[in-house]
């Protein structure tokens, strides 16, 4: 729950602004593609992907009930979704796959990598995050979710993971860092893609875990809000995020 | 006998033919570079290098086949499916995606390079794994049709490289799922896979001269299996002996343990490596010496196993 609303802003910004992609026709070869590799908060992503046309915004009240497409984690069953994921670590090799494919069939389409904070203490992110700039895919895009907070605690009390902007410089990428919950920045930084020819681009997002719900906000324990929590605090997180529709 | 290319070389000369003809086709590699060196050379577009980074491997080659490529994964056996296994599983199987992938230095192959370098384990994970389908050539003629077919058949795949000899002297009829019988016998069945195949037909020579008439089949597709031919093995010759170079737990005589004990009960031998490490460092026929697994081994394992079940 924490890390979709941390990502809220960008995968708007992504889906109703930046990604080229056919709600009609989700597998088109020329579509960019995404990638949540984080996994967890699914559901952020599959507002979105309604917002955009893919699925009427009514299936997602199944949500992680009995025979539903929509889990924790995203599934290859849902429409406009590219990859299932759930298991730290995967997406950005996944995403390096895409984008190799990308350039050797001449196609101008890009790939978007969403990043957990925590996800990055795997190692198999390093090992992608090396190959990507090997072979100079600037058609690749990877977004660490900077919110703070693993599940138990802060991510530099777990294990710490910065600094964030000199570890993906030293492993060949452009990068920028900023305020992941700034719509104008961070549409102003996925327009700007690729920040560098022949480089692939990093954002470091500094968002808020929980961002919108006010007793969620900057809190560990946004990860898991498991339901059904009290009426009280589902009517003011309502509230707070500006009604339902 | 004639001069005899590696398993590794007719592979790479298998899928570079294929290449010629499909531009979708990819060769991935952990610094796998014995799998690929023709492909590399032909195609070097479709020729991704990843690096001593197996996880890696599996990934790239999952987004490739996303894009619709259709990617041979290489490196060894050990490693493909042991350091990358959960990439095999997320990435690859669960996504159903069209990726091979191929292990070398497979069994004790690695022999002296110790055992880190063995994979005696394989095809017992790659089993255990949905969607996945699990083949072992058994011979030189059947890596070209093992990879012709891997082509053909949309989705994952795990394909078991290991050292074959030459056993087919003319061309046959391949499918994927089929086992081939290669010595029609009553007394008992010798069901091999993969290095074993050979070994378990010069045995099968010896029983004979010994007054047992044992069938042999080539089992070379180990997921999805031939269960009529395991029924029809128990039920005729009322007794299997399984030969893989292998662990017994989990492999080629796990899966046919299964379809008997399911289907038809039969006595089951299953000869390959007993729940342990190859801790032997030597030459790789001697070890398979030290391991009880070659011709004389089997023709005396067999007949110890017939006095067994009284027959």
Same mark, same amino acid.
């Given at each position: 729950?924490?890390?979709?609303?941390?990502?809220?802003?960008?995968?708007?910004?992504?889906?109703?602004?930046?990604?080229?992609?056919?709600?009609?026709?989700?597998?088109?070869?020329?579509?960019?593609?995404?990638?949540?590799?984080?996994?967890?908060?699914?559901?952020?992503?599959?507002?979105?992907?309604?917002?955009?046309?893919?699925?009427?915004?009514?299936?997602?009240?199944?949500?992680?009930?009995?025979?539903?497409?929509?889990?924790?984690?995203?599934?290859?069953?849902?429409?406009?979704?590219?990859?299932?994921?759930?298991?730290?670590?995967?997406?950005?090799?996944?995403?390096?796959?895409?984008?190799?494919?990308?350039?050797?069939?001449?196609?101008?389409?890009?790939?978007?990598?969403?990043?957990?904070?925590?996800?990055?203490?795997?190692?198999?992110?390093?090992?992608?995050?090396?190959?990507?700039?090997?072979?100079?895919?600037?058609?690749?895009?990877?977004?660490?979710?900077?919110?703070?907070?693993?599940?138990?605690?802060?991510?530099?009390?777990?294990?710490?993971?910065?600094?964030?902007?000199?570890?993906?410089?030293?492993?060949?990428?452009?990068?920028?860092?900023?305020?992941?919950?700034?719509?104008?920045?961070?549409?102003?930084?996925?327009?700007?893609?690729?920040?560098?020819?022949?480089?692939?681009?990093?954002?470091?997002?500094?968002?808020?875990?929980?961002?919108?719900?006010?007793?969620?906000?900057?809190?560990?324990?946004?990860?898991?809000?498991?339901?059904?929590?009290?009426?009280?605090?589902?009517?003011?997180?309502?509230?707070?995020?500006?009604?339902?529709? | 006998?004639?001069?005899?290319?590696?398993?590794?070389?007719?592979?790479?000369?298998?899928?570079?033919?294929?290449?010629?003809?499909?531009?979708?086709?990819?060769?991935?590699?952990?610094?796998?570079?014995?799998?690929?060196?023709?492909?590399?050379?032909?195609?070097?577009?479709?020729?991704?290098?990843?690096?001593? &980074?197996?996880?890696?491997?599996?990934?790239?080659?999952?987004?490739?086949?996303?894009?619709?490529?259709?990617?041979?994964?290489?490196?060894?056996?050990?490693?493909?499916?042991?350091?990358?296994?959960?990439?095999?599983?997320?990435?690859?199987?669960?996504?159903?995606?069209?990726?091979?992938?191929?292990?070398?230095?497979?069994?004790?192959?690695?022999?002296?390079?110790?055992?880190?370098?063995?994979?005696?384990?394989?095809?017992?994970?790659?089993?255990?794994?949905?969607?996945?389908?699990?083949?072992?050539?058994?011979?030189?003629?059947?890596?070209?049709?093992?990879?012709?077919?891997?082509?053909?058949?949309?989705?994952?795949?795990?394909?078991?490289?290991?050292?074959?000899?030459?056993?087919?002297?003319?061309?046959?009829?391949?499918?994927?799922?089929?086992?081939?019988?290669?010595?029609?016998?009553?007394?008992?069945?010798?069901?091999?896979?993969?290095?074993?195949?050979?070994? &378990?037909?010069?045995?099968?020579?010896?029983?004979?001269?010994?007054?047992?008439?044992?069938?042999?089949?080539?089992?070379?597709?180990?997921?999805?299996?031939?269960?009529?031919?395991?029924?029809?093995?128990?039920?005729?010759?009322?007794?299997?002996?399984?030969?893989?170079?292998?662990?017994?737990?989990?492999?080629?005589?796990?899966?046919?343990?299964?379809?008997?004990?399911?289907?038809?009960?039969?006595?089951?031998?299953?000869?390959?490596?007993?729940?342990?490490?190859?801790?032997?460092?030597?030459?790789?026929?001697?070890?398979?010496?030290?391991?009880?697994?070659?011709?004389?081994?089997?023709?005396?394992?067999?007949?110890?196993?017939?006095?067994?079940?009284?027959?």
């Amino acid at each position: 729950m924490g890390g979709a609303l941390s990502s809220a802003d960008m995968i708007t910004a992504l889906y109703l602004h930046v990604l080229n992609v056919d709600p009609a026709n989700p597998k088109w070869e020329e579509r960019d593609n995404f990638i949540l590799s984080r996994g967890h908060g699914g559901i952020g992503l599959y507002a979105a992907l309604a917002k955009r046309g893919f699925f009427p915004i009514e299936q997602i009240y199944s949500y992680e009930q009995l025979g539903s497409k929509f889990g924790t984690h995203p599934s290859l069953k849902i429409p406009g979704v590219d990859l299932s994921t759930g298991s730290l670590g995967h997406g950005l090799s996944v995403g390096v796959g895409m984008a190799i494919a990308g350039k050797r069939d001449r196609k101008s389409y890009k790939v978007y990598v969403l990043l957990g904070d925590g996800e990055l203490q795997e190692g198999s992110i390093w090992e992608a995050a090396m190959s990507a700039s090997f072979y100079e895919l600037d058609n690749l895009v990877a977004i660490v979710d900077r919110n703070r907070f693993q599940v138990f605690d802060a991510t530099e009390k777990m294990m710490a993971i910065e600094p964030l902007v000199d570890k993906w410089k030293s492993f060949g990428w452009a990068v920028k860092r900023i305020d992941g919950n700034d719509m104008e920045q961070v549409v102003d930084t996925l327009e700007a893609i690729p920040f560098e020819v022949k480089k692939p681009s990093a954002i470091i997002a500094d968002t808020v875990k929980g961002k919108g719900i006010s007793f969620l906000e900057g809190k560990a324990v946004s990860h898991y809000w498991e339901g059904p929590p009290p009426e009280e605090q589902v009517k003011q997180a309502l509230e707070e995020l500006g009604g339902f529709e | 006998m004639s001069y005899q290319k590696p398993v590794t070389t007719l592979y790479d000369e298998a899928v570079t033919a294929l290449a010629r003809e499909n531009e979708n086709i990819y060769s991935v590699d952990a610094e796998g570079v014995w799998m690929n060196t023709h492909f590399r050379e032909a195609f070097p577009e479709r020729a991704i290098q990843v690096g001593i &980074a197996e996880q890696n491997l599996v990934g790239v080659s999952a987004g490739l086949a996303s894009r619709g490529k259709i990617v041979f994964a290489n490196t060894m056996a050990a490693f493909i499916t042991m350091r990358a296994c959960e990439q095999v599983k997320v990435d690859v199987a669960y996504q159903g995606f069209n990726v091979k992938l191929v292990a070398s230095i497979t069994g004790v192959y690695g022999a002296y390079y110790g055992t880190t370098h063995h994979g005696l384990a394989d095809i017992a994970i790659m089993r255990a794994i949905p969607n996945m389908v699990v083949v072992v050539p058994g011979d030189s003629l059947e890596v070209k049709k093992i990879v012709n077919a891997a082509v053909e058949h949309y989705g994952p795949m795990y394909i078991r490289l290991d050292y074959v000899e030459p056993i087919y002297e003319e061309d046959y009829p391949f499918e994927l799922g089929k086992a081939v019988t290669l010595r029609d016998g009553k007394d008992v069945t010798l069901i091999a896979t993969g290095s074993m195949v050979k070994r &378990a037909l010069r045995a099968a020579e010896m029983l004979s001269k010994q007054g047992i008439d044992a069938r042999v089949l080539n089992m070379h597709t180990i997921k999805p299996i031939d269960e009529k031919a395991i029924i029809e093995a128990g039920k005729e010759t009322g007794g299997i002996v399984t030969l893989e170079e292998h662990s017994v737990v989990g492999g080629l005589g796990g899966a046919v343990a299964k379809i008997v004990t399911d289907k038809a009960p039969t006595y089951v031998k299953r000869i390959g490596f007993q729940d342990t490490f190859c801790e032997i460092i030597g030459p790789y026929n001697e070890i398979l010496e030290q391991y009880k697994l070659l011709p004389p081994h089997i023709v005396d394992a067999t007949l110890g196993f017939l006095k067994r079940i009284k027959k």
